[in-house]
């Protein structure tokens, strides 16, 4: 890559871009907040639509625990997301951290094999992804019908305001530094 494979937006620098306007990294870390939430809960909605109406996936509990699920999933990734991207010093290594944790989160999280199937150690492990806690709770919403997960909804939210803080931690510090 012409500029050594740092993260580029066009010509400048997304960060300079970000630190010489006139908002804060609170503000900016909210809009990007805001314009991805109402992204992806567009997609998950028409997904939700097709899955259940087309394809016929049970929805055995309250469209409204579901929706509140997905919302808190939905906030708790993009606050992974935009650590993961902070972090990041280069394009491939955000790629390749995004590649670890969709894998990580397709196999030790309930999607793929069920957690009583794994080994002790992994499913310690796997409480520390939070992907897992939507799964278990949106298994139980579509397929058996109850929401008895509230701890762990509370968990997944908190696990997103971890993120949220985290990410705009690193923000100010990237804001401030350059």
């Given at each position: 890559m012409p500029n050594g494979g740092r993260l580029k937006e066009g010509s400048r620098d997304t960060i300079?871009?970000?630190?010489?306007?006139p908002i804060s990294a609170l503000e900016t870390l909210l809009g990007k907040y805001l314009s991805y939430f109402i992204f992806i809960s567009s997609l998950a909605a028409i997904l939700t639509v097709l899955?259940?109406?087309?394809i016929r996936a049970p929805l055995a509990g309250e469209w409204w625990q579901y929706a509140l699920v997905v919302a808190t999933l939905i906030f708790t990734s993009l606050g992974l997301g935009f650590v993961l991207s902070l972090i990041a010093q280069t394009t491939s290594q955000a790629?390749?951290?995004s590649m670890i944790l969709l894998l990580s989160s397709i196999f030790f999280t309930g999607f793929?094999?069920?957690l009583d199937l794994l080994w002790t150690p992994v499913r310690v492990v796997s409480w520390l992804i939070p992907a897992t806690y939507a799964i278990?709770?949106?298994?139980?919403?579509m397929l058996r019908g109850v929401f008895e997960g509230r701890d762990l909804l509370l968990s997944l939210a908190a696990f997103g305001l971890g993120f949220f803080v985290l990410a705009w931690i690193l923000l100010r510090s990237r804001m401030a530094q350059r």
């Amino acid at each position: 890559m012409p500029n050594g494979g740092r993260l580029k937006e066009g010509s400048r620098d997304t960060i300079e871009l970000f630190r010489v306007a006139p908002i804060s990294a609170l503000e900016t870390l909210l809009g990007k907040y805001l314009s991805y939430f109402i992204f992806i809960s567009s997609l998950a909605a028409i997904l939700t639509v097709l899955i259940v109406f087309v394809i016929r996936a049970p929805l055995a509990g309250e469209w409204w625990q579901y929706a509140l699920v997905v919302a808190t999933l939905i906030f708790t990734s993009l606050g992974l997301g935009f650590v993961l991207s902070l972090i990041a010093q280069t394009t491939s290594q955000a790629v390749q951290f995004s590649m670890i944790l969709l894998l990580s989160s397709i196999f030790f999280t309930g999607f793929f094999l069920a957690l009583d199937l794994l080994w002790t150690p992994v499913r310690v492990v796997s409480w520390l992804i939070p992907a897992t806690y939507a799964i278990v709770l949106l298994q139980d919403i579509m397929l058996r019908g109850v929401f008895e997960g509230r701890d762990l909804l509370l968990s997944l939210a908190a696990f997103g305001l971890g993120f949220f803080v985290l990410a705009w931690i690193l923000l100010r510090s990237r804001m401030a530094q350059r």
